[in-house]
């Protein structure tokens, strides 16, 4: 049943605590125990085709609600813009959605909402997804929705303008007109010299003005084709009859030429990079940092998700503790480590309290992550952070769209749908030793950016003072 | 890290929608999630798009295959019990994952809130985590992280309840239980913690100041209320100051027992187990229901009007409009449920259809209705750049008239039936949606076979019956406007539109 190497002794131990409640009731209240044990996480059993045109196909089959879901990922992501046509990937997904050969523009919307069914695409660096759940009975439905679109998407002039116009407008709503937007966009921008990950996903004003018809036309080509896709469907259906449709509705899709690769090579930096913002929407003032951490899937970029566990995640991480809690600095800090194809970042943002200013906040700060580097985690930080990965991967695996989504990414990204049931081993796996080297090695000065937003009025008090 | 996150978000979902149809909020946050990393965006309700439209760019092909039948389904019913000290209890087992989760509301919340201490409930609920009788903040942060478990507690402006919620892995499930129930009832809510407390929520103010969703929020609640607690929208830098341990201990005692609480379970659990466990950690637990709040069952219109909050450097509008509607028991229910479905319920409805897939207005635009104990509101919303005000301000009109005058045509109200009832097969995945439903049913009152019969009920609104709602609630003499962005570009064109008042962000009259 479950295989998990390292997991699989405390998987079988576990099963009768897992399966029987009354026995657990009777447990010394207030006893910290690493919650993996005794826990097993059902592991999945999958069908991994490739059709003649190259499409992969991840099949799995789940009875527990009478729904499935469906995502295709592509594999092409803002990574793959040139320089001229930033968020332009992003540009494209929405196009996806104004209609192809067999579905009129707005018709996806109708149709999935209305047979009771729910659906989304997003767009990031690495690649584009787009996804469908709905009840079982309409497994046809999503299909050729997805087959439709990747086979005929019509494009016209004016359904370009229509969601250029869209898209600039969510720039606007999520960026533009919100505090500390900038900083978000300027932190990776100061971070990469690689342009693949330096510019921004949803890209600037004038690039996407300059989107044309024929760069659509261009990049559905290129990027849309069956061998550049994953399919994964996972939910209520028999796997030879899914299997058969998706031939149907996909087989017809001719392949094309491989898409160029991009070049994600990132040179090591030298000296810390600093950028100071004055930002008019802003109330408080900011700081996000980003250090350079390995690709994601990597023991390294494992053992960087658990430090960020230990440094930021829930309130008895150092960050909640020393700078919000005991020395009352900080009213917030975020810490998060990314999982790219890659070079992937550590970031750290955090807002002063009322009062406080920036530089006593990160002087605390780098005083948090020169302990850690200095004298490593401790075992309990590092059960802990297994604890709450261990939780929140099990609540990933809730729904059939978003482990649906979850496998298009891991094939994706790392080439491994398997991924879906050894990640709980591959975090499992990491060491105390290894956690303690990440930190030595990539919470480094000479490689981090440094983004520090002031709200403007501090600008004018200040020049003000110089006068 | 930085995703852009979905064709479409509702992004005032969040902030906007406390406690009204239940069935799609389980789906938050999915378009984030699909990225990995930034949670925030949210789902709402979905359906109707409009085939006689002049211009509407949606047509239909009519070419994909679709199964006619809707697959009807059956919620699950949970084990309800009321126990000897008036706790409510709402278990429902499921055995998908080795997971437990609990949610429990406390009635009234912040509708308590005395006079002059808006965010007192809201307080008590953020302060039940800083200290008990035997666990310090720092050892239930401890503990509550060690398990990988969430504990959090939550009283939300304009909700009736107190939420609070404890979740984790089935084996750590008697622990869990005990520390819920120890910051539930033994809250030490010490001085020391009080005071960190206030500096926190000092620096979320001012964050939410900044915040144009919020700030559009906090205009509309206090036009539509008026002078009512349902008008607050957060704590306010007097209330944050004088807020005492004293005010908490006394919320704390007064509202915090069990004859006002309902606690529902769901998980890898037997029933029985279950209920065994709650007696032993919430069964001296001792307090009679609080005698029910009486709120008046319609209230005066209010005429036509705008309110200006004046955001500078704002590069949007934040629009919104709408106006009082109904209690979560009104007969009503349905009918809005329906119209709204229609309007705004999502990226097939009206709304978007109209201001983003046609005129290129916006990123996104939606309705949707807050149903409570007191007769709630309905609006829609729309981020729009700030040229463009006017432009979304006549659309907004032009929706509203023509639900008014014209009836739905027959195909789209018979989408608007099947976008709901068909998708409660999807909230099967989702105990925890499931689970809120049933406790919908409890809190509210509703009949025990309410979601049996909502899908007749919904079926049973017909075309005259959407349009009565329209003419009712989306009155075009009587809409509220709030439009959060910069005065100096948008004061002129709004002065069309009706009187404009103009407040900043802190809500204060500006001349």
């Known amino acids: 049943m479950n295989v998990m190497g390292k997991m699989r002794a405390a998987a079988i131990a576990g099963l009768g605590l897992a399966l029987g409640f009354g026995g657990v009731l009777s447990a010394a209240p207030g006893q910290e125990q690493a919650a993996s044990a005794g826990v097993k996480v059902p592991k999945l059993e999958f069908r991994d085709v490739k059709l003649d045109n190259g499409l992969r196909v991840i099949l799995v089959a789940d009875h527990s609600a009478p729904v499935y879901g469906i995502d295709v990922c592509y594999n092409v992501g803002s990574r793959n813009e040139r320089p001229g046509r930033t968020g332009f990937a992003h540009l494209f997904e929405h196009m996806m959605f104004e209609g192809s050969e067999n579905v009129a523009k707005g018709e996806h919307y109708v149709l999935v909402f209305n047979n009771g069914g729910n659906m989304n695409g997003t767009t990031n660096e690495d690649r584009t997804t787009y996804f469908e759940e709905l009840p079982k009975n309409q497994l046809d439905l999503g299909l050729f929705l997805e087959a439709d679109r990747m086979r005929a998407l019509t494009v016209t002039q004016e359904k370009l303008d229509n969601q250029r116009n869209a898209v600039q407008e969510e720039r606007r709503q999520s960026i533009d007109n919100q505090p500390y937007g900038r900083a978000q966009l300027d932190v990776d921008s100061l971070a990469y010299d690689n342009f693949a990950y330096k510019h921004s996903t949803i890209g600037s004003m004038s690039d996407l003005n300059a989107a044309s018809v024929d760069d659509v036309k261009d990049f559905f080509r290129i990027y849309y084709a069956p061998n550049n896709a994953v399919l994964t469907l996972v939910g209520d259906f028999d796997p030879d009859e899914a299997l058969a449709k998706v031939k149907k509705y996909f087989g017809v899709i001719p392949a094309q030429p491989a898409p160029p690769k991009v070049d994600l090579n990132e040179e090591p930096h030298y000296g810390e990079r600093r950028e100071v913002i004055y930002d008019p929407l802003a109330r408080l003032p900011e700081i996000d940092m980003a250090y350079h951490i390995p690709a994601g899937n990597t023991p390294e970029n494992y053992a960087a998700q658990q430090l960020t566990y230990v440094l930021g995640q829930g309130e008895s991480s150092r960050f909640y503790q020393r700078l919000v809690k005991e020395k009352q600095l900080a009213s917030e800090v975020r810490v998060q480590a990314d999982t790219r194809i890659g070079t992937s970042q550590l970031y750290i943002s955090a807002n002063p309290r009322p009062g406080v200013k920036l530089e006593d906040l990160e002087k605390a700060i780098d005083e948090e992550i020169a302990a850690v580097v200095k004298s490593g985690v401790t075992p309990e930080e590092l059960a802990k952070a297994k604890s709450q990965l261990l939780r929140q991967f099990i609540e990933r695996r809730r729904s059939a769209l978003f482990t649906a989504i979850l496998i298009g990414n891991y094939t994706v990204y790392f080439n491994d749908p398997n991924l879906i049931n050894t990640i709980v081993d591959k975090e499992h796996a990491v060491t105390l030793e290894e956690v303690n080297a990440v930190a030595k090695k990539y919470l480094v000065t000479d490689q981090r950016a440094v983004v520090i937003t002031y709200p403007a009025a501090y600008e004018k008090a200040s020049s003000k003072g110089a006068q | ?511």
């Open chain 2, 1 to 511: 890290m930085r995703n852009c996150s979905g064709i479409w978000r509702n992004a005032g979902a969040a902030i906007l929608a406390p406690a009204t149809l239940a069935t799609w909020a389980a789906l938050a946050a999915l378009a984030a999630l699909a990225g990995m990393l930034l949670p925030g965006a949210a789902l709402a309700q979905g359906q109707g798009q409009d085939k006689s439209a002049p211009l509407s760019q949606v047509q239909r092909l009519g070419r994909a295959p679709v199964n006619k039948e809707v697959l009807r389904v059956q919620l699950p019913r949970p084990t309800v019990a009321k126990l000897k000290n008036g706790l409510t209890i709402v278990l429902e087992e499921d055995h998908k994952l080795p997971t437990i989760a609990f949610t429990m509301w406390i009635h009234p919340g912040q509708l308590a809130d005395p006079g002059g201490l808006p965010g007192l409930a809201s307080f008590t609920a953020g302060m039940l985590r800083e200290g008990t009788e035997k666990r310090t903040s720092e050892q239930i942060a401890s503990e509550v992280d060690s398990l990988g478990a969430s504990l959090d507690a939550s009283s939300r402006f304009g909700v009736s309840y107190t939420s609070v919620n404890a979740s984790g892995l089935i084996t750590d499930a008697a622990k869990i239980l005990d520390l819920m129930s120890d910051v539930v009832l033994h809250p030490s809510f010490p001085e020391s913690e009080l005071a960190k407390y206030k500096q926190s929520e000092e620096a979320s103010l001012e964050q939410r100041l900044a915040n144009p969703a919020f700030l559009g929020q906090q205009g509309f609640r206090r036009v539509i209320y008026g002078d009512t607690p349902m008008a607050l929208a957060s704590a306010t830098k007097e209330s944050i100051a004088k807020i005492s341990v004293e005010d908490l201990q006394r919320f704390h005692e007064k509202h915090y027992v069990p004859g006002n609480t309902i606690l529902g379970v769901t998980g890898d659990f037997k029933a029985s187990e279950m209920r065994a466990a709650i007696e032993k950690y919430f069964g001296a637990w001792t307090g009679a229901a609080e005698a029910p709040e009486k709120f008046a069952a319609t209230v005066a219109p209010q005429a036509t009007k705008i309110t200006l909050v004046d955001r500078p450097a704002s590069v949007q509008t934040y629009i919104i409009v709408g106006d009082r509607a109904i209690r979560r028991t009104d007969p009503e229910y349905y009918g809005l449920a329906v119209m709204n479905q229609v309007l705004g319920g999502g990226p097939q409805a009206r709304l978007f259809l109209d201001l983003r897939e046609e005129h290129s207005l916006t990123y996104g635009s939606y309705s949707r209705f807050n149903a409570e104990i007191y007769p709630g509101d309905w609006l829609a919303f729309a981020p729009v750049r700030t040229p463009v005000t006017s432009d979304a301000m006549d659309r907004f009109l032009y929706e509203f008239k023509k639900i008014n005058s014209e009836p739905v045509p027959p195909e789209e109200m018979d989408d608007a039936h099947r976008a709901i009832i068909a998708s409660f097969a999807l909230s099967l995945e989702q105990p925890a949606q499931i689970l809120n439903d049933w406790l919908t049913v409890q809190y509210y009152g509703l009949p025990v076979d309410y979601w049996d019969k909502y899908p007749d009920h919904i079926g049973g609104i017909d075309t005259a019956g959407v349009q009565a709602t329209a003419k009712k609630f989306v009155d075009l003499d009587h809409l509220q406007w709030i439009c959060v962005g910069d005065r100096k570009e948008i004061e002129g064109v709004l002065k069309k539109y009706g009187p404009v008042s103009v407040v900043d962000v802190t809500g204060k009259a500006e001349n």
